[in-house]
Nanobody, 121 residues
Framework: QVQLVESGGGLVQPGGSLRLSCAAS????????MGWYRQAPGKQRELVAR???????TYADSVKGRFAISRDDAKNTVYLQMNSLKPEDTAVYYC???????????????WGQGTQVTVSS
């Protein structure tokens, strides 16, 4: 059983910062991509940022220069540092990871339960 647990969401004023964390636990052999998606009310889920095992990263154009993704493979944890937050960043943020549970397993996608980020004055 593999689980992703997010933390760090909350209410912040425009221009403020938040740091999201997501820890993977359970039967984990290897993690390739880890990342964050978000979904605002009435909108589709969209990729925010993604980081691969080799360290390469991808960001949505809307967050480039404001958000930074990082990972600690020793802790099976991915982070999202969000700076200069805007009201349009308000959404439920979901952690994502592509993981193998054993050497015999293929990669499967796993999702966290989501954490609310609200940017409002």
């Amino acid at each position: 059983q593999v689980q992703l647990v997010e933390s760090g969401g909350g209410l912040v004023q425009p221009g403020g910062s938040l740091r999201l964390s997501c820890a993977a636990s359970g039967s984990i052999f290897m993690i390739n991509a880890m990342g964050w998606y978000r979904q605002a009310p009435g909108k589709q889920r969209e990729l925010v940022a993604r980081i691969f095992r080799i360290g390469s990263t991808t960001y949505a154009d809307s967050v480039k220069g404001r958000f930074a993704i990082s990972r600690d493979d020793a802790k099976n944890t991915v982070y999202l540092q969000m700076n200069s937050l805007k009201p349009e960043d308000t959404a439920v943020y979901y952690c994502y990871a592509a993981m193998r549970s054993s050497v015999y397993d293929l990669y499967h996608d796993y999702w966290g339960q989501g954490t609310q980020v609200t940017v409002s004055s």
